[in-house]
């Protein structure tokens, strides 16, 4: 599909969302990267340019505002964060998006939308909301009002009008225009999510984001940076925060006007270098769950980890692949690997290197049932075309800083217990008891066992003075006795996990990006074998 007709279908939308996986293992990939490219012209004013009023601004105090992030991959497979938006304010839960840039909300005229999807903006609440009116440079909806349409490739997506109205993020509001839905896929967002906040600028159709309307107010930075644990995190809005991380940040330059993407220039697994199979971009997106490579690319990945560390003497074969199954092919562990045993795998983006360990590549999910499983955080797509697309699984070993104006991503290690702990957090099922209640069942046994062992001494001394025994029979000599398997210990003949979704809950999806600019296929999810 062409971009020009693309474009022609979408007027302003730049909003993003997610569905069930192409891989069934729970994953909510993209709404992604540059739906915003889904919009068409933007009519939201630009960044202020006078230097002498952003620096009157800056002087009545513009320090980075912290927001709290909350759910995670374990979880919802997507964080969440607080937005206000109206007088008085509407509180809503939305996914912060790095791969798209309109903030697209269900509101009480949303169509079709799920019962479930209350709290929905009510502008008839706010005393400041107001519809956009056609201006000759939006698309125009039939009652006079600028509108708004997201399409995907299976069919989803939101329709709309544009509102604009006071919305407010952390420690700072502004005027803001944003995608009020009338119409809605069934399944466009899961249960709990109110919408899609989108944070990437596309200088390219100069179409200001949420953020960049807040921060021209209030005379932020132009940057925002993020910090992913296992149950939570957090979104700096105007700049970094250095207690989340350890320094340096290292830049990578961002190479496209289109979306956070940057130069993929090299994959190692184990030391073994792999680039030569890997795409020459990748997108750095919040708004996936996954660490997604062209169809292409995942198979050589996937081939690489079974021929290497799949074999009778690798340890990480009860790992990767107990009882024949594969990580790599949609089944989970149902306890806690030690990772030691598992590779290291290097990104080189721009010139440089990051790495992951095995507790950041196998990620913990939770059950219906409270259980935890360990999925591999890569997948497969075949239609992102030579791209590959760097969701949260990638972001979570990193703080990560987003600097439009600089036109670079940083990244450096992050302080795990300052951002919502990491993937090692995760509880074990295999260790599900207090020590206490162990220590007195230990103890119970033992007097289990030693009256057993005082009944059974009894009854061989008595078989012995048997007159009908001869040669001193033992009722135990050379009976081979079978090796108890104990589900869910150890790893040999471990039981695996198949995670067959939807479940009770969110569901766990996958929203890869299109074929090229704009970004939009949004897969239904498939059982597994």
């Known amino acids: 599909m062409s971009w020009s007709a693309l474009l022609l279908s979408v007027s302003r939308r730049r909003s993003r969302r997610w569905c069930f996986d192409l891989l069934c293992v729970l994953f909510i990939m993209d709404r992604t990267m540059a739906q915003s490219m889904e919009f068409s012209l933007a009519r939201r004013h630009s960044p202020v340019s006078d230097p002498t009023q952003d620096g009157r601004r800056r002087l009545l105090g513009s320090s980075p505002s912290v927001v709290q992030l909350t759910e995670g991959y374990a979880t919802y497979a997507t964080y969440l964060m607080q937005l206000d938006i109206g007088t008085p304010s509407q509180s809503f839960q939305v996914i912060p998006d790095t791969g798209s840039s309109?903030?697209?909300l269900y509101t009480s005229d949303t169509s079709n939308a799920d019962s479930c999807h209350v709290p929905s903006y009510t502008s008839s609440k706010s005393s400041t909301s107001s519809k956009v009116a056609c201006d000759g440079v939006c698309t125009c909806g039939l009652s006079g009002f600028c509108s708004f349409s997201v399409n995907y490739a299976d069919g989803t997506g939101f329709k709309g009008i544009r509102v604009k109205d006071s919305v407010k993020i952390g420690d700072y509001s502004a005027p803001a225009e944003f995608g009020g839905a009338t119409e809605?896929?069934?399944?466009?967002?899961?249960?709990?999510?109110?919408?899609?906040?989108?944070?990437?600028?596309?200088s390219s159709i100069n179409d200001p984001t949420i953020f960049d309307a807040i921060r021209t107010v209030n005379g932020l930075d132009n940057s925002f940076s993020m910090c992913l644990g296992f149950n939570g995190g957090s979104l700096v809005l105007g700049g970094v925060n250095s207690s989340y991380y350890v320094p340096p940040l290292q830049p990578v330059p961002i190479i496209s006007t289109y979306d956070f993407r940057v130069a993929f220039n090299g994959l190692s697994v184990g030391g073994q270098d792999l680039t030569s199979f890997m795409p020459s971009a990748a997108v750095i997106d919040s708004g996936t769950t996954l660490m997604v490579l062209p169809a292409s690319s995942y198979a050589r990945l996937r081939n690489f980890f079974i021929t290497n560390y799949c074999s009778s003497s690798s340890p990480a074969k009860d790992i990767l692949c107990p009882s024949g199954a594969s990580l790599f092919d949609n089944y989970c562990l149902r306890q806690k690997p030690d990772f030691s045993f598992l590779p290291t795998v290097t990104f080189t983006l721009g010139t440089?290197?990051?790495?992951l360990n095995g507790s950041d590549y196998l990620f913990p999910r939770q059950t219906s049932g409270g259980d935890y499983v360990w999925c591999m955080g890569f997948a497969g797509s075949s239609s992102i075309g030579s791209?590959?697309?760097?969701?949260?699984?990638?972001?979570?070993?990193?703080?990560?800083?987003?600097?439009?104006?600089?036109?670079?991503?940083?990244?450096?290690?992050?302080?795990?217990?300052r951002c919502g702990g990491s993937t090692l957090d995760a509880p074990s099922n295999s260790d599900p008891f207090p020590v206490l209640y162990i220590v007195l069942i230990a103890v119970g046994a033992l007097v289990v066992l030693a009256t057993l062992s005082f009944i059974a001494r009894a009854w061989v001394n008595r078989a012995r003075n048997s007159p009908t025994n001869h040669g001193g029979f033992s009722p135990y000599a050379n009976q081979a006795m079978p090796a108890t398997n104990y589900p869910g210990y150890g790893y040999g003949g471990q039981p695996m996990y198949n995670p067959s979704y939807p479940q009770q809950g969110p569901?766990?999806?996958q929203h890869y990006p299109g074929q090229q600019p704009p970004y939009g296929q949004h897969y239904p999810g498939q059982q597994p074998p």
Not at 352 to 355: A, E, G, I, Y
Not at 389 to 417: C, H, W
């Open 102 to 104: 309109l903030l697209v």
């Open 184 to 202: 809605a896929s069934s399944d466009a967002l899961s249960c709990g999510i109110d919408g899609i906040m989108g944070l990437a600028h596309l």
């Open 352 to 355: 440089v290197s990051l790495s």
């Open 387 to 417: 791209l590959a697309i760097l969701g949260d699984i990638f972001m979570q070993a990193y703080y990560v800083s987003f600097n439009t104006t600089a036109k670079q991503i940083s990244f450096a290690p992050r302080i795990a217990e």
């Open 507 to 509: 569901p766990y999806g």
